[in-house]
């Protein structure tokens, strides 16, 4: 059963930031949140998690609701090397990942 | 460079006949796991393994078979028992013993069934 609810699709322009969002509201308190990409034909690539806090790195920012019940991926300054599909994943414990159809993101010039 | 190899990149095989897959990682990680991904879809686990020598069925087991009898290897076969092999398979390794969910993915094989 999907723990997260997101778009199947967004577009962004290059060089603007990309903003996807991932509903999970029956997140219970010790589940992460996780991301994962998949640029097309390619493995997915591990981008950045988080539990209550919002937390920053190289690729992306994870802004996470007080709440917890959704969060939102940016990507400051997207580029067409951006384009991908997103997934968003709910976890904790001995769970395994569960990919589900995650949100198609079309960068253009 | 460290990282998750997986040959062939493109296979094709003929129906009733059994495949393996390859998948090799030199990142020292104890965990692996194999995906099967159909087109516009997500990822579905197969199998995974924590430890050499012990693996456990993922969620769609049926028709697939895996060893693990080295770290650093996690060979799939699919079987002609499974009914629609034709698929992208992933493969993918993790560190254990944290908490943490980061996976490894390699470039994945395109396996079409014919």
């Known amino acids: 059963d999907a723990k997260t609810t997101q778009p199947p699709s967004m577009d962004c322009a290059e060089g603007r930031a990309a903003n996807l969002p991932c509903n999970h509201s029956?997140?219970?308190?010790?589940?992460?949140v996780y991301w994962y990409r998949q640029i097309h034909s390619q493995g997915p690539q591990y981008i950045i998690h988080?539990?209550?806090n919002n937390e920053t790195n190289e690729m992306a920012s994870l802004i996470i609701t007080e709440d917890r019940k959704s969060s939102t991926l940016i990507l400051p300054h997207a580029t067409l090397r951006d384009t991908a599909v997103y997934y968003c994943?709910?976890?904790?414990?001995?769970?395994?990942?569960?990919f589900g159809t995650g949100t198609r993101l079309l960068v253009s010039p | 460079d460290g990282g998750i190899t997986q040959s062939p990149k493109y296979l094709f095989r003929k129906e009733g006949q059994n495949v393996t897959l390859s998948c090799e990682q030199n990142?020292?990680?104890?965990?692996m796991y194999w995906y099967r991904q159909d087109p516009g879809q997500g990822l579905r686990l197969i199998y995974y393994?924590?430890?050499?020598?012990?693996?456990q069925k993922g969620d769609i087991a049926e028709g697939y078979s895996v060893s693990r009898e080295k770290k650093e290897s996690f060979p799939l076969t699919v079987t002609s028992a499974q009914k629609n092999p034709t698929a992208f398979y992933l493969c993918?390794?993790?560190?254990?013993?944290?908490?943490?969910?980061?996976?490894?993915f390699g470039p994945g094989t395109r396996l079409t069934v014919t």
């Open positions: 994943i709910v976890i904790s414990g001995f769970q395994k990942l569960v």
């Open positions: 988080g539990l209550k």
């Open positions: 990142l020292n990680h104890d965990a």
């Open positions: 029956t997140i219970s308190g010790n589940e992460y």
């Open positions: 393994s924590q430890i050499v020598n012990d693996f």
């Open positions: 993918a390794s993790s560190i254990q013993g944290t908490l943490s969910y980061e996976q490894y």
